[in-house]
């Protein structure tokens, strides 16, 4: 008799999991679709959704942040992309999605909507 209450235990656990993962994962889905489509709200609306389900999910991290900072720069919000993609790079730095970010920061200065660090230097005002 023991058995069942232990095997309906086991069942409500696998289906919660795995109701997490799923949800994770169709509203990760419905962000690639939305990102298709250039709905950049939509996308950010998802995202959030992702990272609510994904807080024991730690590996899903690099991948809602990279998608974040490529809608951010489809918003032109060139800055704020540049500084998702550091994130990247500083909290993830070997990931695949550190090296997507470092070559998204390098576009981005290529095309002059990011200044380089020397750049940003010399644009600083000094104090007197």
Request: contains cysteine; positive net charge.
């Amino acid at each position: 008799m023991r058995f069942v209450p232990i095997a309906a235990l086991a069942l409500s656990v696998l289906a919660v999991t795995g109701c997490t993962r799923w949800s994770m994962n169709h509203h990760l889905n419905n962000a690639y679709s939305a990102f298709d489509r250039g709905n950049c709200e939509q996308v950010m609306m998802e995202l959030s959704k992702v990272e609510r389900d994904s807080r024991a999910r730690p590996y899903v991290w690099p991948e809602v942040s990279m998608m974040r900072g490529q809608c951010l720069e489809r918003q032109k919000l060139f800055i704020d992309a540049a500084q998702t993609y550091q994130f990247i790079i500083a909290s993830y730095p070997q990931s695949e999605y550190a090296y997507r970010a470092r070559a998204r920061l390098e576009t981005l200065q290529s095309l002059g909507h990011y200044p380089t660090r020397s750049a940003a230097a010399a644009v600083r005002p000094t104090r007197f």
